[in-house]
């Protein structure tokens, strides 16, 4: 079977609409390297457009998308640890000045996690292993009061991961020496509204638009 046809003309029209007239930009960046404004953390949802949401072009947003948004805590100890490789990568190689972890609605890697809680258990899946990232999760009286029950979790796998960066000790510095910003954000899927978290980590409110 060979590449679906939609994306090979997609492809033609990126080369023709977007690369043709942006070459410099292109070649500007093939030689002097990435400097993206961010990292972002978001989840594989294919409904979580991320260039799009930040109108951003090419070299902007380093972008790492997993199931559910998730980050496990510093674990120096562990196996092929894809995520936090490329959150080093970010602070440490590239030292982005802020990290961004994308939430969204009707997220189905957190109403995975809600279905376990309830005793629907799915085995010994990669994807019940990488969920149990969120094991514990507590939601927050700020976020429940404010929102519905389905966005209160997703909010609190944010804050889940945000906690989680902090625990890397690069990154702690890094913050603590004001050369790094750590935001929470969640993307509404069907209002387009992107909420964030104040700087103080009490609530979510929505981003000035
Ligand atoms: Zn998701």
Redesign the pocket.
Known sequence: MGLPQSLVEGYRRFVRDRHAPERGRYIQLAELGQAPTAMVI????AR?DVSAIFDAGPGELFILRN???LVPPYEPEGRFHGTSAAVEYAALVLKVPHIIVL??S?????AAYRERLKGNANGNSFIARWLTLLDGLELRESDVSRHSQETAF?LAGIRQSLANLRSFPALQEREAAGLLALHGLHFDIASGEVIALDDNGERFAALAA
């Open positions: 978001a989840c594989c949802d979580v199931v559910a948004n939430g969204h009707h997220c189905g890697g957190i997703e």
